[in-house]
Each structure stands twice: as C-alpha cells, then as structure tokens.
C-alpha cells in the first residue's frame, strides 16, 4: 500500500474582493501518494490553478484560505500546513518539499537576471552553501539536456523550451518529494511538449521527484503520464478516478461531454467526432444551487437542481459526485 503523502480534506479558497466573493475552490478532497501523477483536469476558470496555490499555501490576498485541511509528509512525518503562514510554509517545505512550476513558468523569469542568480537566492532561502547549489544546478542542468554554461545567461538568450527546462531544473535543485506543474506545456509546441513530458517523467523515475501534480486542460497530454486523473468543474471535483478507467468509461455527465469534445487517436472517436459541451461555465461569484453542473448537464433530474450531490467512491478506487450513482452507494 503506498504512503499518502499529500491530503487535502475539505478546502475552501475564496478571492474576497470589495463587494463580492469568488467561491474558486470549495470543498474539495483528495489526496496524492507517493510515486504517483495526479492529473487535474478542466475548462478554464474551474479552479485548477487556484487549488494549486492552495496545495503549494501560496494565500496571497484577495486569495482567502477559508476552511480545510493540506496535510504534506515531510521528512517521514505529516505536518498540517494549512494551518501554517506562507511565511512559514515557504521556509520550511518550498523547494525542499514542495515545488512549483507556475503557469507561464518561462515567461516568469526576469530578463535582467541571470539564471544563476535564482539559485543563489534559493540557496539563500534556505541557509544553503551557495557554491555547492550551484554544482548542483550544473548538474540538473545536464540531466533536463542544458548545458551548464546557460547558468550564466540571461532568460531572454535561452529559447521557449530551454527556459522551461531551466525552470524545472532550478525547481527541483532541492529533490523536493512533490512537484506541481501549472499548465507546464500549455506555451509549447508538440516538439518541445514531448521533451518537457519525457524530462518531468525521467525525474520521477530516477528519484528526483516522488510525486507529481501535473493541471492542465489538455487531456491528450495527462493521459500520457498521469496514473489518476481528477475532473474539476466550477471550484469543485466531479470525478475522481484511475487514468485507464476514466478514458474507458467516465462516469459524471460533465466527464463525459470533456471527453467527448477531445478529439483523441482511438478509432471510435474519430468515427464519432467531438461535440461542443453546451452553454458556459456558471459564474463563480453565485454558482448554481445543486449540482453545478445541472444547467447544461443533459442527464439533469430535479434533485440535481436542488441538492448538492457528494462526491463518494461508486467502484472500488472511483469518486464521483453525482446523484445518478447514488442509488449504487445507499
């Protein structure tokens, strides 16, 4: 049985603006094991890159951590670190537990600095002696395919897919056990998407990282490497399942019409097309009663309009929050 080394329990996130309140994340569950990718999927605005400030404790106002719990193992024992400060959490756990590669990663590094000045101030951080991080960074350079001499470059001399490289190698310098990656290949084209997927996966295998929490709304790509795929929709999980029993049969109607409007390689899906998910996703600031997905769900019942369905293991390792498998759990 594998060690959970990341849990989730019940989180709430809100943007609390002047007047109003952004619902981004709300109450969600799951947890991430240990030699494991967690695909998170989803349309735009569904939460997925809040919930990944949320996992990393990255509260920065209007972001509001509003209730739960983020539990991470560190150093061989589970630390709550949602009830930490980020000031806190970002000197105990960033980059030596836990990292992040942010959407827009390599659009994110200053252009009048060096790369080598990133490490320094991370070996700073982290009271770290600067001339063995740097060998370090040499070192990881190689091994995501840089060459060291690009340490002493500026971001804007390195092309779109270095930079990207350079970014996950100056995250991972610390062997953290967790890896986020917020929509890592979203700016790349397929060439440069298919290096970036084979260097993330090359760490996890030779120990680098432990786990990895890969949010992106291209399915084609997690389907690649992901082990467990989470299906996000308006702040919330609608499904959460293993990669091969979600691509075989989706059970949530939203899941379903994601799929569908995905034109993937197998023959079935290309004799039968894709299809438009109807309508928009609903307004975050006042969601829907029920299921928020009961405006454009096609398999909507009343009880859908009225009440907030659970999500609840249906089939052995399958979650799903729908009241069209509720029935099969009572």
């Not at 991470?72 to 960033?94: C, P, Q, T």
């Not at 290096?195 to 432990?210: A, C, N, S, T």
Request: include cysteine; hydrophobic fraction near 40%.
């Amino acid at each position: 049985m594998k060690e959970v080394l990341l849990a989730v329990e019940n989180v709430r996130a809100y943007y609390e603006l002047e007047k109003i309140c952004v619902k981004a994340v709300d109450g969600v569950s799951f947890e991430i094991f240990e030699d494991e990718v967690v695909g998170v999927v989803g349309e735009s605005g569904c939460g997925k890159t809040t919930l990944s400030n949320v996992v990393f404790m990255n509260i920065v106002k209007p972001l509001k951590f509003v209730d739960g719990r983020v539990v991470l193992k560190a150093n061989g024992k589970y630390e709550e670190i949602s009830s930490m400060n980020r000031e806190e959490v970002r000197k105990r756990f960033w980059g030596k537990e836990i990292t992040i590669i942010p959407q827009s990663a390599m659009n994110a590094l200053m252009p009048t600095i060096k790369m080598e000045s990133y490490v320094k101030h991370l070996a700073q951080s982290h009271e770290i002696d600067v001339e063995e991080l740097l060998d370090k960074a040499k070192k990881r350079f190689e091994e995501v395919g840089l060459k060291p001499m690009w340490l002493k470059r500026y971001p804007f001399e390195l092309s779109g897919g270095m930079r990207q490289r350079a970014v996950i190698a100056i995250a991972t310098i610390l062997n953290p056990s967790l890896l986020i990656a917020d929509e890592p290949t979203s700016a790349l084209d397929v060439v440069n998407q298919k290096v970036f997927l084979k260097v993330l996966m090359q760490m996890k295998k030779q120990g680098i990282v432990k786990s990895i929490m890969f949010i992106t709304h291209d399915i084609a790509t997690v389907r690649q490497i992901a082990d467990r795929m989470i299906i996000m929709y308006a702040g919330k999980i609608v499904e959460f399942s293993k990669m091969e029993d979600i691509l075989k049969k989706p059970l949530h109607p939203y899941a379903q019409v994601l799929f569908n409007s995905v034109l993937t390689p197998e023959p079935e899906v290309k004799k039968r097309g894709i299809t438009v998910i109807p309508g928009a996703p609903p307004n975050l600031i006042n969601p829907p009663s029920g299921c928020r997905f009961h405006p454009r769900c096609p398999k909507v019942m009343e009880i859908c309009k009225a009440d907030e369905p659970p999500l609840r293991e249906v089939e052995p390792g399958r979650k799903v929050a729908c009241w069209l498998y509720m029935e099969e759990v009572v």
